[in-house]
C-alpha cells in the first residue's frame, strides 16, 4: 500500500485543526452551532490555504447528529463523512465538469430528499471553471434552492464567476497563512512522525510555502523522503536550487560595492547549480525590503527573512533608500524576465545595472580603509597626489583644499557604563514618545539633523542623558562629534521639548554594555554616575531662517512681514 501524503494524512477535521482563517472558523461554528446555516457558501483564496478542507468539515458539521459539538467524530454521519462515504455530501470538481448538462443533472439530484442526513451538500471546487451556459443554470438553483440543499462553492479565481452568482453566496476570504503559524504546524506534524528537523529549516519552508499549508506539507514530504526524516536547511536549498540569505547578502555587497568579478563568479555558480533565480531574485527583494523595514522600525519580528544582525550588516553596506531603489529595480526586473531568451542574462544585466547605479550611492566602511593601509605613510607628503595626470597638467599644480575628516568619537564600555547607571525606564517612557516625533519633521532646514536623529533610536533615558543606539559606527561617530553633538543638544531642546545631553553607542556595544551592566550590578561593581554638563546657551544656537536672513543682508535691511 502506498504512503499517505502528509497533506493528507493531517487534514483538518474539525474546526479547531484548522490553521489560520480564525474569524472564518468562528464565523461557521457559531452558525452551525445554532442552527443559522446558509443555502449557499463561495470560498475564495489561495491555494493550499484550507478551502476544500472548510467545505468538509462545514458538511459534516450540519449533518452531525451532536449539534451542540459538531463535528462530533463519533455519530454515523461523521464516521460516514470522514470515510469519504456519506451518500448526501457530493463534491464536484468542476475543471472536470464543466458543461451545462453536468449542472443539469445536478440540479435534477438536488431536488431528491437526503438519504441519511439532514442536508444534501454540494461542494464544488474551482468552481470559476463552469462554462458560460453551465454558470448560468447554476444561478438559477442558487435563485430558490430547495430547503435541504446547501452548496459550497470554492474557488481561487472570484472575479471569473458572475456577479449574481457571488451575491447570492455568503462569502469569505481565505488568507494565506502566515509563517509562524506554517512553521509551529510542521514542528509539530515533524514530531508526531519522528522527522529531524529544526526551526530554521521548517522557516525556510514556511518562506518557499508563500502561505499555503498544503504546499509546506507537500514540500517537507519531499525533503523527509530525500534527506532520510532528517530535514536541514543544506537538504532544503539542494532540492529547491535555492541560495542561503547570508548568500544573497554577499551578492547585495558585491553589487552595492560594485565588485563585478564576485558577482559574475557568484551568479555563474548559480547557474550551474540551477538555481532558480526568478525565485532567487524574490529574495532579493525581500533582503531589500527587510532593510528598509528595519532602519525604521528596529523590530526584526516583522522581517521576512531577515534576522536582526543580518539587517545590520546590511545596513552597514548601504542605507534605506538604496534599499528601497534596489527592490522597486529588481520587482520592475521580474517583467523584464519574461520576455527574455536567457533569465541567466537578463539577472546578469539587472545585477550589472543595479550595481553601475550604486557605486555613487553606497559606502562602504571596509573598502576605503583597506586601500589606506597599502600605500605606506610619508611624513611629508600632506596633499594627495591627483586621480590623473596627462601631459596638458601643470608640472607644479595647485594643492587641493584637505576635506576635514570627521572626529571618531567611540564611547568606552566604562563612560558607557557610567551613563546606564543613571538612565531608568520611566525617563525612557516620557522621552520615547517625544524623540519618535522627530519623523514628522519635514522643514528642509532641520535636515541636517532629522536625517541623522533618524538613524539612531532611543536606547536609554535619564534625568541628564539620552543614549541613542545606532546601526552604524559612522551615524553613532557623528552624533558624538563635539560640534554636532552641541547643534543636536540644542535642536531636540528647541524641537523636541527634551533638555538632555545626547551620547550615541552602536547595537554591538549596546549589547555588550547591557551584558556588563547586569553582571556588575549582581556583583554590586556599578561604576559612579557620570557627570553630566550641559551646553552653555550662548554656545551654540541653532539658528532659524529669520536669523540667517539677517546675517546674510544685515539685520537694518530686512522687514518680517506676517507671522
Given at each position: 500500500?502506498?504512503?499517505?501524503?502528509?497533506?493528507?494524512?493531517?487534514?483538518?477535521?474539525t474546526f479547531?485543526?484548522?490553521?489560520?482563517?480564525?474569524?472564518?472558523?468562528?464565523?461557521?461554528?457559531?452558525?452551525?452551532?445554532?442552527?443559522k446555516?446558509?443555502?449557499?457558501?463561495?470560498?475564495?483564496?489561495?491555494?493550499?490555504?484550507?478551502?476544500?478542507t472548510?467545505?468538509?468539515?462545514?458538511a459534516?458539521?450540519?449533518?452531525?447528529?451532536?449539534?451542540?459539538?459538531?463535528?462530533?467524530?463519533?455519530?454515523?454521519?461523521?464516521?460516514?463523512?470522514?470515510?469519504?462515504?456519506?451518500?448526501?455530501?457530493?463534491e464536484?470538481?468542476?475543471?472536470?465538469?464543466?458543461?451545462?448538462?453536468?449542472?443539469r443533472d445536478?440540479?435534477?439530484?438536488?431536488?431528491?430528499?437526503?438519504?441519511?442526513?439532514?442536508?444534501?451538500?454540494?461542494?464544488?471546487?474551482?468552481?470559476?471553471?463552469?462554462?458560460?451556459?453551465?454558470?448560468?443554470?447554476l444561478?438559477?438553483?442558487?435563485?430558490e434552492?430547495?430547503?435541504?440543499?446547501?452548496?459550497?462553492?470554492?474557488t481561487?479565481?472570484?472575479?471569473k464567476?458572475?456577479?449574481?452568482?457571488?451575491?447570492?453566496?455568503?462569502?469569505?476570504?481565505?488568507?494565506?497563512?502566515?509563517?509562524?503559524?506554517?512553521?509551529?504546524?510542521?514542528?509539530?506534524?515533524?514530531?508526531?512522525?519522528?522527522?529531524?528537523?529544526?526551526?530554521?529549516?521548517?522557516?525556510?519552508?514556511?518562506?518557499?510555502?508563500?502561505?499555503?499549508?498544503?504546499?509546506?506539507?507537500?514540500?517537507?514530504?519531499?525533503?523527509?523522503?530525500?534527506?532520510?526524516?532528517?530535514?536541514?536547511?543544506?537538504?532544503i536549498?539542494?532540492?529547491?536550487?535555492?541560495?542561503?540569505?547570508?548568500?544573497?547578502?554577499?551578492?547585495?555587497?558585491?553589487?552595492?560595492?560594485?565588485?563585478?568579478?564576485?558577482?559574475?563568479?557568484?551568479?555563474?555558480?548559480?547557474?550551474?547549480?540551477?538555481?532558480d533565480?526568478?525565485r532567487?531574485?524574490?529574495?532579493?527583494?525581500?533582503?531589500?525590503?527587510?532593510?528598509?523595514i528595519?532602519?525604521?522600525?528596529?523590530?526584526?519580528?516583522?522581517?521576512?527573512?531577515?534576522?536582526?544582525?543580518?539587517?545590520?550588516?546590511?545596513?552597514?553596506?548601504?542605507?534605506?533608500?538604496?534599499?528601497?531603489?534596489l527592490?522597486?529595480?529588481?520587482?520592475?526586473?521580474k517583467?523584464?524576465?519574461?520576455?527574455?531568451?536567457?533569465?541567466?542574462?537578463?539577472?546578469?544585466?539587472?545585477?550589472l545595472?543595479?550595481?553601475?547605479?550604486?557605486?555613487?550611492?553606497?559606502?562602504?566602511?571596509?573598502?576605503?580603509?583597506?586601500?589606506?593601509?597599502?600605500?605606506?605613510?610619508?611624513?611629508?607628503?600632506?596633499?594627495?597626489?591627483?586621480?590623473?595626470?596627462?601631459?596638458?597638467?601643470?608640472?607644479?599644480p595647485?594643492?587641493?583644499?584637505?576635506i576635514p575628516?570627521?572626529?571618531?568619537?567611540?564611547?568606552?564600555?566604562?563612560?558607557?557604563?557610567?551613563?546606564?547607571?543613571?538612565?531608568?525606564?520611566?525617563?525612557?517612557?516620557?522621552?520615547?514618545p517625544l524623540?519618535?516625533?522627530?519623523n514628522?519633521?519635514?522643514?528642509?532646514?532641520?535636515?541636517?539633523?532629522?536625517?541623522?536623529?533618524?538613524?539612531?533610536?532611543?536606547?536609554?533615558?535619564?534625568?541628564?542623558?539620552?543614549?541613542?543606539?545606532?546601526?552604524?559606527?559612522?551615524?553613532?561617530n557623528?552624533?558624538?562629534?563635539?560640534?554636532?553633538?552641541?547643534e543636536?543638544?540644542?535642536?531636540?531642546?528647541?524641537?523636541?521639548?527634551?533638555?538632555?545631553?545626547?551620547?550615541?553607542?552602536?547595537?554591538?556595544?549596546?549589547?555588550?554594555?547591557?551584558?556588563?551592566?547586569?553582571?556588575?550590578?549582581?556583583?554590586?561593581?556599578?561604576?559612579?554616575?557620570?557627570?553630566?554638563?550641559?551646553?552653555?546657551?550662548?554656545?551654540?544656537?541653532?539658528?532659524?531662517?529669520?536669523d540667517?536672513?539677517m546675517?546674510?543682508?544685515g539685520?537694518?535691511?530686512?522687514?518680517?512681514?506676517g507671522?
Amino acid at each position: 500500500m502506498s504512503k499517505l501524503a502528509l497533506y493528507q494524512k493531517y487534514r483538518s477535521s474539525t474546526f479547531e485543526e484548522v490553521v489560520g482563517q480564525e474569524y472564518i472558523v468562528r464565523s461557521i461554528k457559531n452558525a452551525v452551532r445554532t442552527g443559522k446555516i446558509g443555502h449557499a457558501y463561495l470560498f475564495c483564496g489561495p491555494r493550499g490555504t484550507g478551502k476544500t478542507t472548510m467545505a468538509r468539515i462545514l458538511a459534516k458539521s450540519v449533518n452531525c447528529q451532536d449539534t451542540a459539538n459538531a463535528p462530533c467524530e463519533k455519530c454515523p454521519d461523521c464516521i460516514a463523512a470522514n470515510n469519504g462515504t456519506h451518500p448526501d455530501i457530493i463534491e464536484i470538481n468542476a475543471a472536470n465538469e464543466t458543461h451545462v448538462e453536468d449542472i443539469r443533472d445536478l440540479i435534477e439530484r438536488a431536488k431528491l430528499s437526503p438519504m441519511q442526513g439532514h442536508h444534501k451538500i454540494y461542494i464544488i471546487d474551482e468552481v470559476h471553471q463552469l462554462s458560460s451556459a453551465a454558470s448560468s443554470a447554476l444561478l438559477k438553483t442558487l435563485e430558490e434552492p430547495p430547503e435541504h440543499v446547501i452548496f459550497v462553492l470554492a474557488t481561487t479565481d472570484p472575479q471569473k464567476l458572475l456577479p449574481t452568482i457571488i451575491s447570492r453566496c455568503q462569502r469569505y476570504d481565505f488568507s494565506r497563512v502566515n509563517k509562524v503559524q506554517i512553521t509551529d504546524h510542521l514542528l509539530n506534524i515533524a514530531e508526531k512522525e519522528k522527522i529531524q528537523m529544526d526551526r530554521k529549516a521548517a522557516e525556510m519552508i514556511a518562506v518557499l510555502s508563500e502561505g499555503g499549508m498544503r504546499d509546506a506539507l507537500s514540500i517537507m514530504d519531499q525533503c523527509a523522503a530525500y534527506t532520510s526524516d532528517h530535514i536541514t536547511i543544506e537538504d532544503i536549498e539542494n532540492i529547491y536550487g535555492l541560495s542561503t540569505t547570508d548568500g544573497k547578502l554577499k551578492l547585495a555587497e558585491s553589487m552595492l560595492a560594485c565588485n563585478l568579478e564576485d558577482m559574475l563568479a557568484r551568479i555563474s555558480e548559480y547557474d550551474e547549480k540551477g538555481i532558480d533565480l526568478a525565485r532567487y531574485t524574490d529574495g532579493l527583494i525581500d533582503i531589500f525590503k527587510d532593510g528598509v523595514i528595519y532602519s525604521y522600525t528596529k523590530n526584526a519580528k516583522i522581517l521576512k527573512l531577515l534576522t536582526a544582525e543580518q539587517a545590520e550588516y546590511l545596513l552597514g553596506i548601504t542605507d534605506a533608500e538604496n534599499c528601497m531603489r534596489l527592490a522597486e529595480k529588481f520587482i520592475a526586473a521580474k517583467e523584464f524576465y519574461k520576455n527574455a531568451s536567457s533569465l541567466t542574462n537578463a539577472f546578469e544585466v539587472t545585477c550589472l545595472s543595479a550595481a553601475v547605479e550604486s557605486t555613487n550611492k553606497t559606502v562602504i566602511p571596509a573598502k576605503p580603509a583597506a586601500v589606506v593601509q597599502e600605500k605606506p605613510a610619508e611624513k611629508k607628503e600632506t596633499i594627495p597626489e591627483p586621480a590623473v595626470q596627462t601631459e596638458f597638467e601643470d608640472p607644479e599644480p595647485e594643492p587641493e583644499p584637505v576635506i576635514p575628516v570627521v572626529q571618531q568619537r567611540e564611547l568606552p564600555e566604562d563612560e558607557i557604563l557610567s551613563i546606564l547607571v543613571q538612565c531608568n525606564k520611566t525617563c525612557k517612557q516620557v522621552d520615547e514618545p517625544l524623540y519618535g516625533t522627530v519623523n514628522m519633521i519635514a522643514s528642509a532646514e532641520d535636515m541636517k539633523y532629522t536625517t541623522l536623529l533618524k538613524q539612531a533610536r532611543l536606547g536609554a533615558s535619564g534625568e541628564d542623558v539620552l543614549l541613542l543606539v545606532t546601526a552604524e559606527s559612522s551615524a553613532a561617530n557623528r552624533i558624538n562629534d563635539q560640534k554636532m553633538n552641541e547643534e543636536l543638544y540644542f535642536f531636540i531642546k528647541k524641537r523636541l521639548g527634551i533638555d538632555k545631553m545626547i551620547f550615541a553607542i552602536t547595537e554591538s556595544a549596546f549589547r555588550s554594555a547591557s551584558r556588563e551592566f547586569m553582571k556588575k550590578m549582581k556583583a554590586g561593581e556599578l561604576p559612579e554616575k557620570k557627570q553630566i554638563t550641559r551646553y552653555a546657551e550662548n554656545e551654540v544656537k541653532v539658528k532659524s531662517t529669520e536669523d540667517k536672513v539677517m546675517d546674510l543682508f544685515g539685520k537694518e535691511n530686512v522687514e518680517i512681514i506676517g507671522g
